[in-house]
Every structure is written in C-alpha cells, then in structure tokens.
C-alpha cells in the first residue's frame, strides 16, 4: 500500500524514546519529504480556521500554471490525477491563461501546498509524481482540506505521539478547530501514515476500539467513500445554464458564397459554472435551431461563472449551394455540462439567400414574410400607390412567401 511521504531506506532505526522499530514495507515506499502546509505571509486568511475551510475556489474551477521545468510526463501525471477528482466530483482544473488566482505547480523538493484559494498565484510543490494519490493529497489541500490528523476530534481516534514527531513538522499536527465533516476517517487520503514526520518511533497509535485501523492509516492509493463526500460538500455543484441573450447579423440579404458577420451574447444564467461551451451557429430553413441544422461554424469558451457573460463575434460564410430562399441564421449555447434550461439556449436570425424567383404578392418590404408590416405601408401610402386590391392582397398571402 501507498503512502502520502517519505523515504525507502533502512529497516531499523531508533525512536526518540530510545526503543528501536522496525519500519514496515508502508514506511519504507515513503519518499523523503512529508507533506507539509503552507501558510501565508501574516498567517491564515481572514475567517475561523476549521478542518474544512471556507476560501474555497469560485464554482468549483481551479486554475492552474506548471513551472517550466515540469516536464511533459510530470505535467501528464499531475493531469491524470486531477481527472481522478474530477470523476467524482463537480471540481474542474482549468490551464491558466490570464486567471487571477491559480496554483503554480513546481518541484521545490517535497510535497505542500497552501490550503484553500488564497487569492493571486499560489504554490503547489510535488515530489512524488509517481504516486498519483499523493498528488490528489496536495490538490486537496489546495481545494481547501486540512489533514485528518488536524481534527479537532482526533483525540478521541488517535493519539498523537509528540515524542516521536521530528521538530519541523508539529504544524502538521496543529488541531484544527471548529467544524469537521462527517465522522472520523481512518482512511483518507488526508490522514498520516504512523511514520510520517517520524524520528524513528510511531508519530499516532490508534485509540482504544480502533486499533484495526493502525497499520490502515496513511493510504494512498484510492480516495475514500468520505473524502468523496466531504469533496462534494465543499463543492455541490449546481445547474449551469447558458442562455443566449442577444444575436444580430451585419447583413440579412445574401448571395450564396457571401460572408455574414454575427454578433451575440451568452450569459451563464445558472447557479454553477458552465465549462466547454460552444457558441454554434447553425443555418436552418425555420426559426427552430438545433444541432441538426446546417453546421457553419463556432465560438469556444472554456468556462463560464454562474451570472458571467461570453461575447460571439464571429464570421461565417453561406454555402454556395445553398438554393434561394428565406433562412435562418441561429446562435445555439451548448454545454459538456446538464443545462438546467435548453429552452432559452438559442436565438435567430431571418435573412434572404439569393434572389426570390417571383415577386411574393402582398409582401411590399421584400422580406421574404407578409405580415403587419406590409399592413402598415399600405396604410401609410394608402391611395399612391396602394388601394383596397393591395390590403386585401396582403391579407390574403399572409405569412411566410412560399
């Protein structure tokens, strides 16, 4: 079984109290360095520090930024690791463009990062990018969990054997007060290995009733039905729902070949970020646009807060087959996520491709459709050059010209 730290090394080694140990094969696997926890200039940020902690990332979307220096298998590793989180929970890890806050993933000679999101750019260091759980411990630290250990329950599971810590790592058994989620959880992903942190002698022994758990503690090779829970409870989730506001085109009338500029608005109307969403415009021979009509091109946004808005500017060319007739041009907001609403997710455009083959009758503007308009320029040039024969025309072809 995997373990969070340190080193593969010798097998007998004195503890502080002057008792020697064996170390297990779990120890041994260990690389040098425990995780340790960062914490700001000043100290932690503003609020009550607790097991959980309450600067959590907005929507659930971490960005983040590797050093240079990461290579390409590393940044692989590291990758594959944040997919095991996001399989089973709404968190998403997003490459940093130009975000604000994000963390910066580098080799610093162990493993720690800060917890929870800080604000701006934070450090995320690895050491073990082959232990792709040791990786999902520091990504949930940053995700704002503390360790196990740090409960402010923890005396009643384990005891805490200050004897055996090496000096530099008391912070990493710091009890954090206030709230803890859920019971105790021998088996997380964020729970110390007895040998974490170690001088030589067993850092925690398991209370009284609990003892099963003693050579169980430090896993790291699976997340446990708890700390997927807990993972869910900082992060709920909730229904992205792209909305299309607005869509408008530079022109309405085109010859087949012609080149269309569209413009138009997107707003994340749900109460959770929106990820991959696509601004498609689709040519459609009625005002009901869907992903069956024709295909002419899109705009990509990789992620939408809840309340945020994308813009679309974007040129598309008709077919130049594309036979004579009155079209659609439709905007259509998709999502990789549920989209709490697809009915408000699309907006049309009427145009004219080509030139009607014969004058439609009673349609006086030329717009391809009869309707209240043509109603009303009969009226305002009622008697030059239109009369009775003209209302009556536009009454009787009302609607779409065929």
Known sequence: MQSIHTIAATVLVTGSMGMAEIIPPIAQQRQQLTCEILYPPGGEPSGERGALVPWTWTDGLMFYQFATNISSTNRTRVRNAMNLIENVSPVRFIEREDEENYIFIQSLGGNFSYVGMLGGGQDL??????????????????LGRYHTQQRSDRNNYIQVNYGCIDSGCYGNYDVASNFNYLSYDFLSVMHYGPYD???????????????QYQ????????MSTKDIQTLNYLYPGGSPDPTVLFCNADVTTVQ????????????????????????????????VITTADQFLGFELY???FSGAFAYINRQVVIPS????????LGVLATTSDEDADEGNNTCAIQIQVGDLNEPCPGDIDGDGLVNVTDLLNVIADWGDPYDVDDLLTVIASWGQCL
């Not at 260091?125 to 940053?142: D, G, K, Q, R, W």
């Not at 942190?197 to 003892?211: A, I, K, L, R, V």
């Not at 087959?321 to 659609?328: E, F, L």
Request: hydrophobic content about 25%; aromatic content about 12%; proline content about 5%.
């Open 125 to 142: 260091s690895l050491f073990n990018y082959n232990l792709p759980y040791v990786i999902v411990h520091e990504l949930t630290h940053a």
């Open 197 to 211: 942190c170690s001088t030589g002698c067993q850092t925690m022994t398991c209370q009284p009733g609990y003892e």
């Open 321 to 328: 087959d594309t036979p004579d007739g009155i079209y659609y």
């Open 256 to 287: 087949p070949g012609d080149t269309i500029s569209i413009t138009g608005v997107i707003k994340n109307d749900g109460d959770w970020a929106a990820t991959d969403i696509y601004g498609r415009i689709q040519l459609s021979e009625d005002d």
């Open 215 to 222: 050579n169980q503690i430090g896993q790291a090779t699976y």
């Open 302 to 304: 990789e992620y939408l």
